[in-house]
């Protein structure tokens, strides 16, 4: 067993391959590793170890992406007039702070997830976030942030090492132990050429 090294492994995880001998031990690896123990169809396979097998999995791949993409244009709800007002008035509110707010087409997991709001009493966005620390590969959604919270204070509860939480200081230790001026916050330039990070 990779987690207890006590063991012997009786299951493999689909999605890291990391051996375990009992339930326990699954759920710690998962944990630890933040793994959600799915085998990734996406992942990649050389030629040299591509089988029937490889071919049949990524074919049953390509129908469920096109049975999903077809649900979703059928969806009710992504069509509704109640739901293009409320991105219309998201997009003028946006419009008029200065702000590019830009919307993904309907069925793409991102749009269904964002909880992006407009307070018209407070005249406020309340914000969906999405936190990745990559040199520990954890990631932190957040939800209904409001605009006029500093990036300091978002971060507090991740990286402060007095205020954070023990179990996500332990994780992001990296991050607690750094001075302050050495961690940069980095935003994704969006729109850019396939596999071109920014």
């Known amino acids: 067993c990779e987690t207890c ?21 699954v759920k710690k ?4 590793l933040s793994c959600n123990g799915v085998r990734d169809r996406t992942a990649f396979v050389s030629v040299n170890d ?10 049953r ?4 992406v096109g049975r999903t993409a077809d649900a979703a244009a059928r969806h009710p709800i992504m069509h509704s007039p109640a739901t293009k007002k409320l991105l219309y008035c998201l997009r003028n509110k946006a419009r008029k702070c200065n702000i590019d707010l830009r919307t993904l087409p309907v069925g793409f997991t ?5 909880s992006t709001t407009f307070n018209c009493m407070e005249k406020k966005f309340y914000w969906h976030l999405k936190l990745i620390f990559p040199h520990c590969d954890a990631e932190y959604t957040l939800k209904g942030v409001p605009d006029d919270k500093t990036l300091a204070d978002i971060l507090k509860p991740y990286i402060d090492p007095v205020e954070s939480d023990p179990v996500v200081c332990q994780r992001l230790k990296i991050y ?4 302050q001026s050495d961690v940069q916050i980095l935003m994704k330039i969006e729109n850019r050429k396939q596999n071109s990070v920014r």
């Open 5 to 25: 090294s006590k063991e012997e492994a009786k299951y493999r995880c689909p999605r890291c391959m990391k051996y375990s001998c009992s339930l326990l031990c």
């Open 29 to 32: 690896h998962k944990l630890a």
């Open 50 to 59: 591509f089988t029937d097998l490889n071919l049949l999995s990524d074919y």
């Open 61 to 64: 791949f390509l129908e469920d």
């Open 110 to 114: 991102k749009r269904r997830e964002n």
């Open 176 to 179: 607690t132990a750094s001075p």
